[in-house]
């Protein structure tokens, strides 16, 4: 089946360094999501991406939608102590025949970060 | 976005028993889902539950060991059957966002099984 490979698995950085992070699949994705779960909740979206070589920020969150459409990254610029958490990148792959999406959303490995004040 | 609560939010079952997991959405929703986070793991969607019809179960799981319900547009409900410490994980409901690309969770149920 389709699998979203995401690096780094972990990060450790100090206060105020930029972050980059990256999802690739083998397959096309129609949608890219990435989120970011905190412990104990459940994750919460922090940018949607739906065209290929979109490119999109929230706050200081960056996010594109890969030119193939197999690969997605977020940039967190500045970083700050509250960024900790594990994100997940997602995406609606591309149905077999046809060109619409699906609805299942599958998840990335997931990439720790740990920022030190 | 949908605000979505799951009720409990944490348990601690005995091996053998069964946990029902309620999801309760703000809005009426077509599709509900339910995800397994499994310990330092991503998720995983167990099965999409729709109103009025069976659930779609994804390879790996099946209806005896992860019955749902979906008696309405705003609720759904999953229940592990006969656990077993392998049970142990993250259980999460989610439903999309108008768009029907986006996905919105819930808090999530962290269950362990001794």
């Known amino acids: 089946g389709q699998q979203l490979n995401q690096s780094p698995q972990s990060m450790f950085i100090q206060e105020g360094e930029d972050v980059s992070m990256n999802c690739t699949s083998s397959?096309?994705?129609?949608?890219w999501l990435w989120y970011k779960q905190d412990p104990g909740e459940g994750p919460v979206l922090l940018i949607a991406l739906y065209k290929a070589g979109e490119l999109t920020s929230n706050g200081r969150l960056t996010a594109q939608f890969g030119i193939t459409r197999k690969d997605s990254f977020l940039n967190i610029s500045a970083s700050i102590p509250s960024d900790v958490g594990i994100y997940f990148c997602?995406?609606?792959?591309?149905?077999?025949?046809?060109?619409?999406?699906?609805?299942?959303?599958?998840f990335g490995t997931g990439t720790l970060l740990a920022v030190q004040p | 976005s949908a605000v979505i609560s799951q009720k409990p939010s944490r348990d601690i079952c005995q091996r053998g028993t069964s946990l029902t997991i309620q999801c309760q959405v703000d809005s009426q929703v077509t599709m509900m889902f339910w995800y397994r986070q499994q310990p330092g793991q991503s998720l995983t969607l167990i099965a999409t539950?729709?109103?009025?019809?069976?659930?779609?179960?994804e390879s790996g799981f099946v209806i005896d060991k992860f019955p749902i319900s979906r008696p309405n547009l705003t609720f759904s409900t999953l229940t592990v059957s006969n656990m077993s410490p392998e049970d142990s994980s993250i259980y999460l409901c989610?439903?999309?966002?108008?768009?029907?690309?986006?996905?919105?969770f819930g808090q999530g149920t962290r269950l362990t099984v001794v």
């Open positions: 539950a729709n109103q009025g019809s069976e659930a779609t179960y």
């Open positions: 397959s096309i994705f129609n949608t």
């Open positions: 989610s439903v999309e966002g108008l768009m029907n690309t986006e996905a919105f």
């Open positions: 997602a995406g609606h792959p591309k149905k077999a025949e046809g060109g619409g999406a699906t609805n299942k959303l599958i």
